[in-house]
């Protein structure tokens, strides 16, 4: 699963209740925080966009924006320093 900040151009790839915003791209405004879905009554974690301030969606609704031809990481950003100390060493 990608990891968010505040400010990351995402895109939206799927919405069961904003069918509209999906293709959309947005910009995170903040972080990740715990709502709860008023008709089912379950809890689940979501973002604010700049889209909709009432549209939370979740992490897996959401697709990072990445400067032409870069690709996400395969690895985290503790597993990229631990290799660099191993490196300097």
Not at 59 to 86: N, R
Request: glycine share 8%; net charge positive.
């Amino acid at each position: 699963m990608a990891k968010f900040f505040v400010g990351q151009r995402v895109k939206i790839i799927w919405s069961k209740y904003y069918p509209q915003y999906i293709g959309k791209q947005t910009r995170i405004t903040s972080g990740l925080y715990e709502a709860t879905n008023t008709y089912t009554g379950k809890k689940y974690f979501c973002y604010t966009v700049d889209i909709d301030p009432g549209f939370g969606p979740t992490p897996e609704q959401l697709e990072p924006i990445l400067p032409g031809g870069h690709k996400p990481s395969e690895y985290s950003y503790e597993q990229l320093m631990d290799s660099l100390k191993e490196k300097v060493a």
